[in-house]
């Protein structure tokens, strides 16, 4: 079986249930073009950017944060996107969907989805092992 280490992976990163804020996370090899498609706009390193959270239509999921950690000087050690909205389970999953859904877009300057082969982090899952 062909090792999936290098593949880009997404998680809900806070605990399940209701709470005032949410986050998504994102963590993998070069989703800075990516993440700005995601976001709209350009995406200064470590820095905070209060931004509509839009799907596929243009109407927006939520209004929150978006904070993009550039590898190596991250968590992982990779390129990190966190997206932090209102708690709850239906919009961190309508977040986590729309993630998904725009991975699989195709760049139209490629001809390639924006993310390929981003999926589902397992359980226990992290790319912090060498930490």
Not at 22 to 38: D, F, M
Not at 39 to 61: F, S, V
Not at 72 to 98: C, F, I, K, N, W
């Amino acid at each position: 079986m062909l090792s999936r280490h290098q593949d880009p992976i997404i998680a809900i990163a806070t605990a399940p249930g209701r709470g005032a804020v949410g986050i998504v996370r994102v963590s993998g090899p070069q989703l800075q073009s990516w993440a700005e498609t995601l976001c709209g706009k350009t995406l200064t390193p470590r820095q905070a950017h209060y931004l509509p959270i839009n799907d596929a239509d243009g109407e927006p999921i939520d209004q929150g944060l978006a904070l993009f950690f550039p590898g190596p000087h991250s968590y992982t050690g990779e390129d990190v996107l966190e997206l932090q909205a209102h708690g709850g389970p239906v919009v961190l999953q309508l977040l986590l969907a729309r993630c998904m859904e725009a991975a699989n877009e195709i760049n139209s300057a490629t001809g390639q989805a924006r993310l390929p082969n981003l999926r589902l982090a397992q359980p226990g899952e992290s790319r912090n092992a060498h930490f």
